[in-house]
């Protein structure tokens, strides 16, 4: 198997002379991962929904303005924009059903 030029033999000779085994990689990779908090990731999840609705209005303005003739572009910037506003909303209506469950529950 190779991987960027790589063989699987000469991955995991370069992974055992620094001293670490690819379990071993690995573990320190999701840790990494691991280390963003849940805010971080709703704050970087919420930007990016930004940033696309920002990308269509710009996109719908230069088609409107007449700067690209790239209707299918538009239509498709609006969408994604579209899709990720639908889904923003529909994790804070779950969030907020969650809460209310939990703050109905007896004690």
Known sequence: MSINGLSGQSTLAALTSRGTTPVQESNSANAA???????ERLGGALEQVAQSQNKAAEAAKAYETG???NLAGVMVEQQVASLGFQMTLNVRNKALSAYRDIMNMPV
């Open 33 to 39: 991962k691991q280390s963003t908090s849940f805010s």
């Open 67 to 69: 700067q690209t003739d």
